[in-house]
């Protein structure tokens, strides 16, 4: 298990932005992929994007493609999401999770932080 904290959700209007931020453990870095995942009420947990802790390959949900950005800094073992142009559907709580191999399934993800909510009004 590797400590995960989300923080930077919020309340935004649709058509703004906002940036997410997962905290990690320096144990993060033994983990080869780190993720962002969404649950809105209601409804199924589904994945949002993915990068590789070292390097630069990413992936996206085709919901999100486009729109959110994950990037992370390594030396401060922090993963983010930058979330442009939101979209009423995407209001959900907003989960960061590692994972040892390249996957958007998050049973494959053996860590998770606590979420953070995201809601997007008109």
């Known amino acids: 298990q590797v400590p995960l904290v989300e923080s930077g959700g919020g309340l935004v209007r649709d058509g703004g932005s906002l940036t997410l931020s997962c905290a990690a453990s320096?144990?993060?870095?033994?983990?080869?992929?780190m993720g962002w995942f969404r649950q809105a009420p209601g409804k199924e947990r589904e994945f949002v994007a993915l990068?590789?802790?070292?390097?630069?390959?990413?992936f996206y949900a085709d919901s999100v493609k486009g729109r959110f950005t994950i990037s992370r800094d390594n030396p401060k073992n922090t993963l983010y999401l930058q979330m442009t142009n939101l979209k009423l559907e995407d209001t959900a709580v907003y989960y960061c999770a590692v994972a040892s191999e390249y996957t958007s399934d998050g049973a494959k993800y053996h860590s998770w932080g606590p979420g953070t909510q995201v809601t997007v009004v008109s």
């Open positions: 320096a144990r993060a870095s033994s983990s080869s992929v």
């Open positions: 990068i590789r802790w070292r390097g630069y390959s990413a």
